[in-house]
């Protein structure tokens, strides 16, 4: 199992404990700034989030067709994110509040890109070329992210989804009534800054692993069935994960099957449900039935067996298996 992270507490210690959004930049080094961690970690309130997923077809219309013919282009994945951050000088202190600006400072600074210096102009600003542009690794609990095949714990900045923003949107809200005092480092003073930060954002997926059906498995050697959410390991292919039994088991591991059937009734007309073939008792008689023999297999316990029947008998393996059982 992977250890995890370790990262300095968010905004302040009275928050250490909440659920963090973690926001990993892959165009810079956050380990180089003032972070000091490979991402940075922002508490969330109120947090919520949608996906979709859409497929794209290109549609074709052709003489005489009533549909077009439409070729599949590829499924692309989008997500949308509302959340709010707030820190209080009383609960989270003086430089709790200062921290909790600074967050949503860094991730709006984190949405330019980065660029690599060449020289100075005359007047002594930077020349530089564009370097690389703001994508990011987001990860939310096990809602969010980029999920081993095996379900494991990664921490809470690990295994992030990768994409890019496509927007990002803060609203203060009522300006008087949305303030609190923060002071940190050297600074003489308390500055009023906002209490609590709206925000929210679109997030467009790039997939870093394989996605797809490959022989009957999806995304192997990739998300395997923790996509889009990480839901754990996943049992075998011949263990029913609900109840950890084989097919054809029941729940306490034991292979019996009851061959009771249900005898016929009669239905008011002197004929009983039992002969006739549409009746509701007779088509679940056949149910019980092919569900039997799938169980059974070639097993002997069920003290099944198979008589020599004529060319001339024309009934299913399922009629002669329902005058045969023994109860």
């Not at 282009?73 to 600074?102: E, L, Q, W, Y």
């Not at 002594?124 to 809602?143: D, M, Q, S, W």
């Not at 980029?146 to 990002?168: Q, V």
């Not at 029913?240 to 009851?258: E, L």
Request: charged share 20%; net charge neutral; glycine share 10%.
């Amino acid at each position: 199992m992977a250890k995890k992270s370790k990262a300095p507490p968010p905004v302040s210690h009275f928050k250490s404990g909440f659920k963090v959004l973690s926001f990993e930049p892959l165009h810079i080094s956050l380990k180089d700034t003032v972070v000091g961690h490979h991402a940075l970690l922002i508490p969330v309130e109120d947090f919520s989030f949608s996906q979709q997923f859409n497929l794209s077809y290109n549609q074709q219309d052709a003489y005489g067709r009533m549909d077009p013919i439409a070729t599949y282009s590829g499924t692309r994945r989008s997500m949308r994110f509302d959340f709010k951050c707030s820190a209080h000088h009383i609960f989270d202190g003086p430089a709790g509040v200062v921290n909790n600006i600074r967050n949503i400072n860094l991730l709006t600074q984190l949405l330019y890109p980065a660029y690599f210096e060449t020289g100075t102009t005359i007047n002594g600003e930077p020349t530089a070329v564009l370097g690389a542009p703001p994508f990011f690794r987001i990860k939310y609990g096990n809602y969010v992210g980029s999920f081993p095949a095996g379900g494991e714990f990664t921490g809470e900045s690990e295994n992030g989804l990768t994409g890019f923003i496509g927007g990002l949107s803060h609203n203060i809200g009522a300006t008087p009534k949305n303030v609190a005092f923060g002071k940190q480092g050297k600074d003489k003073g308390y500055r009023a800054l906002p209490r609590e930060i709206k925000a929210n954002f679109d997030f467009t997926v790039v997939h870093d692993q394989l996605v797809g059906w490959y022989q009957g498995k999806f995304s192997p050697n990739g998300y395997g069935h923790n996509f889009p959410y990480n839901a754990g390991e996943w049992k075998k292919k011949d263990t029913d994960a609900r109840t950890g039994t084989k097919p054809g088991t029941n729940v306490d591991g034991s292979t019996a099957v009851s061959a009771k059937i249900v005898t016929g009734t009669n239905d008011g007309d002197g004929v009983s449900s039992a002969d006739d073939p549409n009746s509701m008792e007779t088509m679940l008689q056949h149910q019980q039935a092919e569900r039997a023999i799938e169980a059974i297999g070639e097993s002997s316990a069920y003290a099944y067996s198979e008589p020599t029947y004529s060319v001339l008998d024309s009934r299913s393996n399922t009629d002669r298996w329902l005058k045969n059982i023994k109860p």
